[in-house]
C-alpha cells in the first residue's frame, strides 16, 4: 500500500487543522493505523492510532483531549484532528500503517505542520 499524507500548513497558536492520509494500492485491512511526529531536532514520537477493525484509539498523553483521529473505511482515509494547537505542536506529521499487528511496516511521506506564537 502507499500512505500519502495531506492538510499540512500554518495555523496560529489556539488554532484547528486537520490532516488526512489516504491509503492506496488496495483496501485496507491491516491492524491499525497511526500518526507520528518528528519536531526539527528530534526524535519521531508516537502522536495517536486507531484500531482498524473496532475503531479503538490510542494517544500520547501530549496530544490527549486535544487531537483526535478517526478513519474513514470507505474512502480508506485517516484523519488527525488538532484541535488547541499549541508551538511545540511543530512538526512533520507522519501516518504509517501495521498491517499484522507487530510493527508499522508502510509509511507516508508526511505533512508539515507550522504552528505559530
Given at each position: 500500500v502507499q500512505l500519502q499524507a495531506s492538510g499540512g500548513g500554518l495555523v496560529q497558536a489556539g488554532g484547528?487543522?486537520?490532516?488526512?492520509?489516504?491509503v492506496s494500492g488496495r483496501t485496507f485491512?491491516?491492524?491499525?493505523?497511526?500518526w507520528f511526529r518528528q519536531a526539527p531536532g528530534k526524535e519521531r514520537e508516537f502522536v495517536?492510532?486507531?484500531?482498524?477493525s473496532s475503531g479503538s484509539?490510542?494517544?500520547?498523553?501530549?496530544v490527549k483531549d486535544r487531537f483526535?483521529?478517526?478513519r474513514d473505511n470507505a474512502k480508506n482515509t485517516?484523519?488527525?484532528?488538532?484541535?488547541?494547537?499549541?508551538?511545540?505542536?511543530?512538526?512533520?506529521?507522519?501516518?504509517?500503517?501495521d498491517h499484522n499487528?507487530?510493527?508499522y511496516?508502510?509509511?507516508?511521506?508526511?505533512?508539515?505542520?507550522?504552528?505559530?506564537s
Open positions: 484547528s487543522l486537520r490532516i488526512s492520509c489516504l485491512r491491516g491492524y491499525r493505523m497511526g495517536a492510532a486507531i484500531r482498524w484509539t490510542y494517544y500520547a498523553d501530549s483526535t483521529v478517526s485517516v484523519y488527525l484532528e488538532m484541535n488547541s494547537l499549541k508551538p511545540e505542536d511543530t512538526a512533520v506529521y507522519y501516518c504509517a500503517a499487528g507487530l510493527w511496516d508502510s509509511w507516508g511521506q508526511g505533512t508539515l505542520v507550522t504552528v505559530s
